[in-house]
């Protein structure tokens, strides 16, 4: 149980995959524009993520270790396709916010390294614990993220303004504002790191 | 008698040169320039630069705290990008905005990077970007100043097809027109520059490549007939002399070499004329250098001087 514990949390903080690992930028740059799409964003990837994970790791005794790639990504773009189909039929605004970047979740490298590094090798409950983690961890990251550009990008929050008379610096509302931020957190994450050890 | 002969390693002889005498020199070169732009636009101008260069000194002075490393505000760099923020914004924004550029400037466009001689950019380039996509609103407004004939600057009112005939290029020269604090006044600039020039501090290879490079292709492309461009009111208008002799001469972001530096003013003036004449932007000069700025590493790399005694 401890064992499935740390499994979860270690893709919180000590492997966060935007953070840590640096993965996974592409969707984190282009859709942390608010925390809405943030939210969506992380929630479609964690989904894929858990999915991918425990079929993968069921399955992982049958797939031969040569063609164990396009297998994944077969298993991978099943789940995606899923949430896309869910999305355009639940929440077509989201969607339309998401664009291209749910079908682009297929290459996310966040979830095929998950499957190459994890899923493939562990039991179908730690490949789920891990999967979780890693998607929690991505979803924090992002709603992080998309705070804080959305915050000083349009001076909003959820689409509620906070500050009355607070211009909004529209840089962060672009990709270059996006590259700012994370660029600057994941100094600031490796300060905090540097500083423990 | 015997201290005469001090034992040392090379090198034996010492320039009086020293970084904060030079940044120090420059800051002085920038006064004209300075001083026209309050004749010109006013008081105004002179709270912008004056805000400007405090908040950068703060942001160094506070950086250096931090990060417990050696205060390096005397050094002169810090004010040098205060000024040449506020000579790039318009005279009557309001006054936080040379605050953050400033604060921006020094934090982002420096120190992030390990403070001066490490920085990819320059700083004050980058700062006025930053406002420049942040707050587009206030960086193009130009209020009319007390005796210019227009708000708009030359620059702007061409992009939008309005009529020119009333700027004079005598009016050019002097800075009779809407711009920025430290662009308008070209003697101001020159007075400076020749300083500059003069103590050997820049050399002229950037500022003469880049003029040149910018008149000739304004020459060309710059009106519907090829050849028939008016070269002379794009060199004297917009920021290419400030950029020319101020920016674009950094020592931190631009190549080493004489060779190098050619290569990097003729980049910066075909950038700032095609931005100017096919771009969206009415001005281009602080894009153009700050391209080049990131190019210089390259250019470092193919113009590196043979060492003596190799292939």
Same mark, same amino acid.
């Given at each position: 149980?401890?064992?499935l514990?740390?499994?979860f949390?270690?893709g919180?903080?000590?492997?966060n995959p935007t953070?840590?690992?640096?993965?996974?930028?592409?969707?984190?740059?282009?859709? &942390?524009v608010?925390?809405? @799409?943030? #939210?969506?964003?992380?929630?479609?990837?964690t989904?894929?993520?858990?999915?991918s994970?425990?079929?993968?790791?069921?399955?992982? @005794?049958f797939?031969?270790?040569?063609?164990?790639i396009?297998c994944?990504?077969?298993?991978i773009?099943t789940f995606?396709t899923?949430?896309?189909l869910?999305l355009?039929a639940?929440s077509?605004?989201l969607?339309?916010a998401?664009?291209i970047?749910?079908?682009l979740i297929?290459?996310n490298?966040i979830?095929?390294?998950r499957?190459e590094?994890?899923?493939?090798? @562990?039991?179908?409950?730690?490949?789920f614990?891990d999967?979780?983690g890693?998607?929690?961890?991505?979803?924090?990251?992002l709603?992080?993220? &998309?705070? #804080?550009?959305?915050f000083?990008?349009s001076?909003q929050?959820?689409?509620r303004t906070l500050i009355?008379?607070?211009?909004?610096?529209?840089v962060?509302g672009?990709p270059?504002?996006?590259l700012?931020?994370i660029?600057?957190?994941?100094?600031?994450? @490796?300060l905090?790191?540097?500083?423990? &050890? | =008698?015997i201290?005469?002969?001090?034992?040392s390693?090379?090198?034996?002889?010492?320039?009086?040169?020293? +970084?904060?005498?030079i940044?120090?020199?420059v800051?002085i070169?920038?006064?004209p320039?300075?001083?026209a732009?309050v004749?010109i636009?006013g008081?105004d101008a002179?709270?912008?630069t004056?805000?400007?260069v405090?908040?950068?000194v !703060?942001?160094e002075?506070?950086f250096?705290?931090l990060?417990?490393?050696?205060?390096?505000?005397l050094?002169?760099?810090? +004010?040098i990008t205060g000024?040449?923020?506020?000579?790039? !914004?318009p005279?009557?924004?309001?006054?936080?905005?040379?605050?953050?550029g *400033? +604060?921006?400037s020094?934090?982002?466009?420096k120190?992030v990077?390990?403070? !001066?001689?490490q920085?990819i950019?320059?700083? *004050?380039?980058?700062?006025?970007?930053?406002?420049?996509?942040?707050w587009?609103?206030?960086m193009?407004?130009?209020?009319?100043?007390f005796d210019?004939v227009?708000?708009?600057?030359p620059?702007?009112a061409?992009?939008?097809?309005?009529? %020119?005939?009333?700027?004079?290029? %005598?009016?050019?020269?002097?800075?009779k027109?809407?711009?920025?604090?430290?662009e308008?006044c070209? %003697?101001a600039l020159?007075i400076?520059?020749v300083?500059l020039l003069?103590?050997?501090?820049?050399?002229?290879?950037?500022?003469?490549?880049?003029?040149?490079?910018? *008149?000739?292709?304004?020459?060309i492309?710059?009106a519907?007939?090829?050849f028939h461009?008016?070269w002379?009111?794009h060199v004297l208008s917009?920021? %290419?002399?400030?950029?020319?002799?101020?920016?674009?001469?950094?020592?931190v972001?631009?190549? !080493?070499?004489?060779?190098?530096q050619?290569i990097?003013?003729?980049g910066?003036?075909?950038?700032?004329a095609?931005?100017?004449?096919w771009?969206?932007?009415?001005?281009?000069?602080s894009y153009?250098?700050l =391209?080049?700025?990131a190019a210089t590493?390259l250019?470092?790399?193919?113009?590196?001087?043979?060492?003596?005694?190799t292939?």
């Amino acid at each position: 149980m401890k064992d499935l514990v740390k499994e979860f949390t270690k893709g919180i903080i000590k492997e966060n995959p935007t953070f840590v690992l640096a993965l996974g930028l592409c969707p984190t740059l282009a859709v &942390s524009v608010s925390v809405i @799409n943030g #939210i969506g964003m992380g929630a479609a990837a964690t989904f894929v993520l858990l999915g991918s994970s425990v079929i993968i790791s069921l399955v992982r @005794n049958f797939i031969p270790g040569k063609i164990r790639i396009p297998c994944f990504i077969v298993i991978i773009a099943t789940f995606v396709t899923i949430t896309e189909l869910c999305l355009k039929a639940y929440s077509p605004v989201l969607n339309r916010a998401l664009g291209i970047y749910v079908p682009l979740i297929v290459v996310n490298c966040i979830v095929l390294g998950r499957a190459e590094a994890f899923a493939c090798k @562990n039991n179908l409950w730690r490949s789920f614990f891990d999967g979780l983690g890693m998607g929690v961890g991505f979803t924090l990251a992002l709603i992080l993220i &998309s705070a #804080i550009r959305e915050f000083l990008g349009s001076g909003q929050i959820l689409g509620r303004t906070l500050i009355k008379g607070f211009e909004p610096v529209f840089v962060f509302g672009m990709p270059s504002g996006a590259l700012l931020v994370i660029g600057l957190l994941l100094g600031f994450f @490796n300060l905090l790191k540097n500083r423990r &050890s | =008698m015997i201290n005469n002969f001090t034992v040392s390693g090379s090198p034996h002889i010492h320039k009086p040169e020293s +970084v904060s005498r030079i940044m120090w020199t420059v800051v002085i070169s920038l006064i004209p320039a300075g001083i026209a732009g309050v004749i010109i636009f006013g008081l105004d101008a002179l709270w912008v630069t004056l805000v400007a260069v405090a908040a950068a000194v !703060l942001t160094e002075l506070t950086f250096g705290i931090l990060t417990k490393k050696k205060i390096t505000i005397l050094d002169g760099s810090a +004010v040098i990008t205060g000024i040449l923020l506020a000579f790039n !914004l318009p005279p009557q924004v309001p006054l936080w905005l040379p605050i953050v550029g *400033a +604060v921006f400037s020094i934090a982002i466009g420096k120190q992030v990077f390990g403070g !001066l001689g490490q920085n990819i950019f320059n700083p *004050a380039l980058v700062g006025r970007v930053f406002l420049m996509a942040s707050w587009p609103k206030y960086m193009t407004t130009f209020t009319p100043s007390f005796d210019a004939v227009t708000s708009a600057t030359p620059l702007a009112a061409l992009k939008e097809g309005k009529a %020119l005939e009333h700027i004079s290029y %005598l009016d050019l020269f002097l800075g009779k027109h809407g711009g920025c604090i430290g662009e308008v006044c070209i %003697l101001a600039l020159l007075i400076g520059a020749v300083l500059l020039l003069i103590k050997g501090y820049i050399s002229w290879h950037i500022p003469a490549t880049y003029i040149f490079t910018t *008149a000739i292709f304004t020459y060309i492309f710059g009106a519907a007939q090829l050849f028939h461009g008016d070269w002379l009111f794009h060199v004297l208008s917009g920021g %290419l002399i400030l950029g020319a002799f101020f920016m674009a001469t950094d020592y931190v972001a631009t190549p !080493l070499t004489a060779k190098g530096q050619i290569i990097f003013g003729v980049g910066c003036g075909l950038l700032t004329a095609v931005i100017r004449i096919w771009g969206g932007y009415p001005e281009g000069v602080s894009y153009a250098i700050l =391209m080049m700025n990131a190019a210089t590493p390259l250019i470092d790399r193919y113009t590196k001087n043979r060492i003596y005694g190799t292939k």
